[in-house]
């Protein structure tokens, strides 16, 4: 009978308790949306310097026409009312940060949203890694189609120390296809071999902070087709020293019967000395004619044995990798030797 007894009381206590915690739970009330219900298209997407930002607030849960939004901007209410939806601001200066909080009233709650605005430069440099330009040049070696080309990034922005470029997180695209082993932390130069087909290489590159408080990009076009690579001949004196004075057009008038010259294949991917990693071709009035000496192939001597005349010179260049680089130079020498 004492068991009997035990067990009812035992019976009776759980469920007691398990009513109590029913009444407990029902009680209870479950929020069914939040600020994660709450999505802001921004336009565009990474805005920069002294730029318009233009926001909308969207849900797929609820329909934000029916509710009370407030925006605030730095703090400053600036907008409210039933379903407004949409606020344009103007961005800041570089470095200059703007806050946006929007507040939805629903249902006697506020879901709030946060934004954060701190617009940045990235000013974008390219350079030809192997485009050969005399020592005597003066401008920037250009790129043609199959140059070597580094693009690097310069982030412009008062958030970061000048010095702190390299810990950025760089992400880069190539022709709208994004460069993934050349994208990522410290990578702020990309390099690339110009295509041989396609004749305008559009890069782009987005970067950012490891805490996401500033955003970048930024467009740079490079034109490979613009620019056809120079053959350009200069006189060699009797010590083998190139006379950079001038370089050899057409008709000069020379005093002499014998003459040393030598090309410089301007914009072309060449760094072996004397250009051996090139296929060259002399062409001396319709006739081709090899160079004295193949590991000195820019170099041909020239001799009218003591008569007066010209001499029509044609050297034609093509790489050896890079069979699209080409070049083709032309100079017509006058041989004066008097009577």
């Known amino acids: 009978m004492k068991q009997l007894s035990h067990i009812f009381i035992f019976a009776f206590l759980f469920s007691a308790c398990f009513f109590t915690f029913a009444e407990h739970t029902g009680a209870q009330q479950f929020d069914l949306y939040s600020a994660d219900d709450i999505s802001v298209d921004i336009k565009p997407e990474i805005p920069g310097p002294n730029e318009q930002v233009d926001l909308r607030v969207t849900s797929y849960s609820f329909n934000l026409n029916n509710e009370f939004i407030s925006w605030f901007k730095n703090g400053q209410r600036v907008l409210s009312g039933f379903g407004e939806r949409d606020y344009s601001f103007t961005n800041g200066n570089t470095g200059e940060p703007t806050n946006i909080t929007i507040v939805v009233d629903y249902q006697g709650r506020s879901l709030r949203k946060e934004l954060g605005f701190a617009p940045s430069n ?6 030809t890694v192997d485009s050969y330009t005399p020592p005597f040049y003066k401008g920037k070696a250009l790129p043609i189609r199959q140059s070597e080309i580094r693009v690097t990034g310069i982030p412009e922005t008062l958030l970061i120390e000048p010095n702190d470029a390299p810990n950025l997180i760089y992400y880069w695209d190539r022709n709208y296809d994004r460069q993934v082993r050349s994208s990522g932390f410290g990578r702020q130069s990309f390099e690339f071999t110009a295509d041989p087909i396609i004749t305008n290489e559009r890069i782009s590159v987005t970067s950012n902070d490891r805490r996401e408080n500033s955003f970048a990009e930024n467009v740079i076009n490079i034109d490979t087709a613009a620019i056809d690579p120079e053959i350009l001949f200069y006189e060699m004196n009797t010590d083998g020293r190139l006379l950079t004075q001038k370089s050899l057009r057409n008709f000069p008038n020379l005093l002499k019967d014998t003459i040393r010259l030598a090309f410089h294949p301007v914009y072309f991917s060449t760094t072996a000395r004397n250009f051996t990693d090139v296929f060259v071709r002399w062409n001396v009035n319709g006739r081709d004619q090899a160079p004295q000496d193949f590991a000195k ?19 034609a260049v093509e790489g050896i990798k890079k069979i699209l680089q080409k070049g083709v130079g032309r100079a017509t020498l006058n041989i004066n030797l008097g009577s």
């Open 122 to 127: 990235i000013d974008l440099l390219w350079e």
């Open 297 to 315: 192939q820019n170099q041909i001597f020239l001799t009218t044995n003591g008569e007066s005349g010209s001499l029509q010179i044609e050297t």
